[in-house]
């Protein structure tokens, strides 16, 4: 996920300072995601769980980037998809419900956990972190698809 979201990043850059602002969100995320999910460089002893606050960051974080994608950059994308050819009008609508169901996927994950003191409300963490971690990956290649599709079509313009 981390190279495709750099890869994403060299090829949107400069594009638009929200898409920016944006996918600078999206890097902190996926470094608090490998965090909590204790993959290489933040490997967790045997059976360890990540710490409250990290977890609470973490929520934040998804909930900061799935608000941000729904209520800026999505009616951006829409906005600019009104000029584009049909193909990206057909792509946006069929990619957004695809979207959604990732951010209830990141929103149930948020809920369980972002609030919880370490008790048995932390059963499944890993298998919850697997999940949302398919999730995420799925919805941001959901994201670059509408990205590289405005783009080829010049619809996403620096900013005057």
Known sequence: MLTKQQLAAQRFSGKHQAIDAWLGERQQLLVGYVNIAGLPPYERE???????????????????????GHFEIYDQIIRNSQSAPEITRELADNLFPLISDTTEIALEFSDRFADRQ??????????????LGEALELRMGFEDQLLATLADHQLLSVEE
């Open 46 to 68: 045997h059976q360890a769980l990540p710490t409250v606050a990290d977890i609470r960051d973490f929520c934040n974080l998804l909930v900061d980037y799935v608000s941000a």
């Open 118 to 131: 370490m008790d048995d409300a932390f059963i499944g963490f890993d298998l919850a972190v697997s999940k």
